[in-house]
Nanobody, 129 residues
């Protein structure tokens, strides 16, 4: 069982920065598939970025070059550094995790929210113009 807790959301102006942190407990993240998703009202949850257990990462097109995902296996922490924020980044941000074998059984699609069993409670990011 993996428990996830996000922190670091807030309100900033366009061009500002925020750093989201997701602390995991109950399981070591060095063998877990990790991702950040975001959701705005009445829309589906969308993947923002993911990082594999070997550290390789990828980003949704609109955040590439502005956001950086990282993880620290020693502290069991996932982070998302968000720079050059835009109003369209406003959303509730979630960290998601799944143990690798289960994630693969569910199809191994990083952007498929149903591939992840474990979610944080969400942290709100608001960017004003």
């Amino acid at each position: 069982q993996v428990q996830l807790a996000e922190s670091g959301g807030g309100s900033v102006r366009t061009g500002g920065s925020l750093r989201l942190t997701c602390t995991a407990s109950g399981y070591s993240i060095d063998s877990v598939c990790l991702a950040w998703f975001r959701q705005v009202a009445e829309k589906e949850r969308e993947e923002v970025a993911h990082i594999s257990n070997n550290g390789s990462s990828n980003y949704e097109a609109s955040v590439k070059g502005r956001f950086t995902i990282s993880k620290d296996d020693a502290t069991n922490t996932l982070s998302l550094q968000m720079d050059s924020l835009k109003p369209e980044d406003t959303a509730l941000y979630y960290c998601a995790a799944e143990v690798q074998w289960a994630w693969l059984l569910r199809g191994g699609n990083w952007s498929d929210s149903s591939a992840y069993d474990y979610w944080g409670q969400g942290t709100q990011v608001a960017v004003s113009s």
